[in-house]
């Protein structure tokens, strides 16, 4: 490396529902390393598909612009019914992460009200009493009586307009059944104010227009860091080893190697 190279950064990105995709082995790395799920052998794909042991739950990342790009699916089974969860292109791997790491880790928690945990985070019902929405507009989260929840997110489409038009980001669906404890995992995910890690030259242009980044940028080594040290975390989680201490600032290590 030249004295004129200066090495790879990342910038903090925030809102995170906003951040685009990311790295997808953020989702797919702990399910195959920590939790032993099957990946399937699709030669000349780019499709992956990661199955549970029992055969019960699939993971399914099908690059597809025209539809959902993650699909996860529990059959069910004599106590519980099938159910799915689906999420767009440009939904953030750290978002999606939340539901495959409730389901994972099995924390599990029954009286889980899902829009107070857009209330607490000061996110308000709209016209509607069974829609709530971010405070920047950006979100739309709708919840069906049977159980199915929605969640449509939005960016605006340039900053030169007056009135700049809202453009679709990405779309995640919860059917029936869906656990609580996933759902909410995502929403806490979505309303978390901590930023996430991306390129920002390979962000979608849009999205630079609605999102706020800080000067501050990082390295990007510490992002694959971060990758590693959360399998290791889970990992040690699904076997019962203790815990080392959480370092500090989450996706955001500050360890060195």
Known sequence: MSGAEKPPVLAQVAPRYLAGGGDPRWVTAPL?????????????????RLTRR???????????PDDHWWTLHHT???????????????????IV???TDALTTGTAHSSVD???VLEHAGWKHSVLDHQVSSPDGFVI????????????????????????????????????????????AVLAGMVSTEPLLRDEKAMVPFLR???????????????????????????????????PPQPPGGSLPRRTR
């Open 32 to 48: 195959q390393k920590a939790f032993r799920w099957q990946p399937a052998h699709i030669p000349l794909s780019p499709v992956v």
């Open 54 to 64: 029992d055969r019960q739950a699939e993971l399914l990342l099908s690059p597809d």
């Open 97 to 99: 992460a939340a539901a």
């Open 141 to 184: 989260v709708s919840r069906h009586p049977l159980g199915a929840l929605h969640i449509e997110v939005t960016a605006h489409d340039g900053p030169w307009a007056s009135e700049p038009t809202a453009r679709p980001a990405w779309r995640a669906y919860f059917s029936d059944h869906t656990p609580p404890h996933l759902a909410a």
């Open 209 to 243: 227009y609605s999102v706020r980044i800080a000067r501050e940028r990082v390295p990007a080594h510490q992002a694959e860091y971060a990758l590693w040290d959360r399998v290791d975390r889970l990992a040690a989680l699904r076997t019962g080893t203790p815990l």
């Open 114 to 116: 899902l829009m107070q």
């Open 76 to 94: 069910g089974s004599s106590t519980e019914k099938a159910w799915t969860i689906r999420f767009g292109a440009r939904t953030p791997a750290e």
